[in-house]
């Protein structure tokens, strides 16, 4: 049976191979389709990404270790009906040993000029699949918590004890992907 967690919730992981899938449906009516991008930055001890390869979004699909693959982009929310609308697949067996945290955060692409938050995203969650059953482990739905934030912290995947766990951060901001991306590196922002 799957948890639903809550905000600042820890539970253990316990697999190897899992999915962190991302779903959302945009309301009705605000003009524009609503690209919410999932993106996934793996943070040395430092709090820093090693190499650029390190950040994986739908412009680089691919880990260098193999241990993360966005599955690609989707701009409009409708690759599923019900289901997730962006993955990404982990492999923790082959996630490089300086890495000691996943932090996955979901933006809103263009959402300064489009004038979107995501106070207008309906049923947005992040979920963690276990891919040998695909049986959904954990789920962690926003709700009402960032009305007028355009990008959101979900949770992340960290290492304590040799063992992997999973945090569902919830933690929003007025901000767009190059803020985070200039806050995780330590060299020249990707080109």
Do not use: C
């Amino acid at each position: 049976m799957a948890i639903n967690l809550q905000k600042g919730q820890k539970i253990d992981i316990g697999l190897s191979k899992l999915s962190v899938g991302l779903g959302w449906n945009p309301n009705q009516g605000t003009g524009n389709d609503f690209d919410l991008d999932a993106s996934a930055f793996m943070l040395t001890a430092s709090k820093l990404i090693p190499a650029d390869e390190y950040f994986v979004f739908y412009g680089n699909t691919d880990s260098p270790d193999k241990a993360l693959h966005h599955t690609g982009d989707d701009p409009t929310g409708g690759n599923s009906e019900d289901g997730d609308d962006e993955t990404i697949k982990v492999d923790l067996a082959n996630v490089n040993g300086s890495i000691e945290e996943i932090l996955f955060v979901v933006t809103i692409h263009e959402a300064t000029t489009r004038k979107q938050n995501f106070g207008q995203v309906r049923n947005s969650y992040i979920r963690i699949v276990d891919d040998t059953n695909n049986q959904e482990i954990a789920k962690y739905e926003l709700g009402e918590d960032f009305s007028i934030e355009t990008a959101v912290e979900f949770g992340r995947l960290y290492k304590r004890d040799g063992a992997w766990k999973f945090e569902a951060s919830g933690i929003g901001y007025k901000e767009d992907l190059a803020y985070f991306v200039g806050k995780y590196f330590k060299g020249d922002i990707i080109k």
